[in-house]
């Protein structure tokens, strides 16, 4: 670790291996970002994401860049949930998720829960780039504080394109270094979790998906495109949990 904080990227391929499977060329971590292939299911790889440190703390600009190719299937998921903490540094951290999907690709990016501790600052983007024909299922869950603590600074972007056309660019700022209005009714309502569930589709074009309301803090709206966005506030992270997986079920 350097004065300005760690620096650190983590990189996967995926390739279809001609034999029905999907291939992991690239299997790269670096200092706190570790990387382990677990049991395959079927055709699909299964990667998950180890904290092998503390991390994010402040000054940190930590990567991860995942790239599945034509015919593979992808799934990657997180040991544990990242908490955002403040450090020695006093710049701000980032955290910075990449994927790409090409045509005829699929990937599943589910990692466990991001947690804004007290004193914390962190700013965390996410850019998905897909093929016309790729398959994407991404969830992103933000705690605000842990028990009994107020929480950090966060501010995160998700973007989703699709051929080069961008069905989804949003971005949430929370905690004391937020603008204005973050807890009010407008945004999260004094809730403490936030989360959202993106799902791409070929099918969705020609059978896009009808908007609901997921009982009284969730609800499924169709994008742009061949996708659905499924937006969740809640008490705390379990209760997201359970309504963003009842959204998955009911997509399918």
């Not at 040991?79 to 998720?97: C, E, H, M, S």
């Not at 933000?142 to 080069?164: F, I, K, M, Y």
Request: hydrophobic share 45%; charged share 25%.
């Amino acid at each position: 670790m350097s004065v300005s904080g760690v620096r650190a990227t983590a990189r996967i391929v995926a390739r279809n291996d001609g034999r029905g499977g999907t291939a992991l060329p690239v299997l790269e971590g670096e200092g706190p970002l570790a990387l382990r292939r677990t049991r395959a299911a079927g055709t699909e790889a299964r990667v998950m994401l180890v904290g092998a440190m503390s991390a994010p703390l402040g000054g940190d600009r930590l990567a991860v860049e995942a790239r599945v190719g034509e015919g593979a299937r992808l799934d990657v998921r997180s040991a544990a949930a990242t908490i955002a903490l403040p450090g020695q540094v006093k710049d701000a951290a980032r955290y910075d998720v990449r994927l790409d999907v090409a045509d005829g690709g699929e990937l599943r990016w589910l990692p466990e829960q991001l947690i804004s501790a007290g004193g914390s600052e962190l700013c965390v983007t996410t850019v998905a780039e897909l093929g016309r024909e790729a398959r994407l299922v991404l969830r992103e869950e933000q705690v605000l504080g842990r028990v009994g603590e107020d929480p950090g600074t966060l501010s995160s972007r998700l973007t989703v394109r699709v051929a080069g056309r961008t069905v989804l660019d949003q971005e949430l700022a929370c905690g004391p270094g937020a603008p204005g209005g973050w807890d009010g009714p407008a945004v999260l309502a004094r809730h403490r979790a936030v989360g959202q569930l993106v799902i791409v589709r070929p099918e969705f074009r020609d059978e896009p998906v009808a908007p609901r309301m997921l009982g009284e803090s969730a609800v499924i709206a169709p994008l742009a495109g061949p996708a659905v966005l499924v937006s969740a506030v809640a008490s705390d992270g379990l209760r997201l949990r359970r309504l963003l997986d009842e959204a998955l079920t009911l997509l399918g």
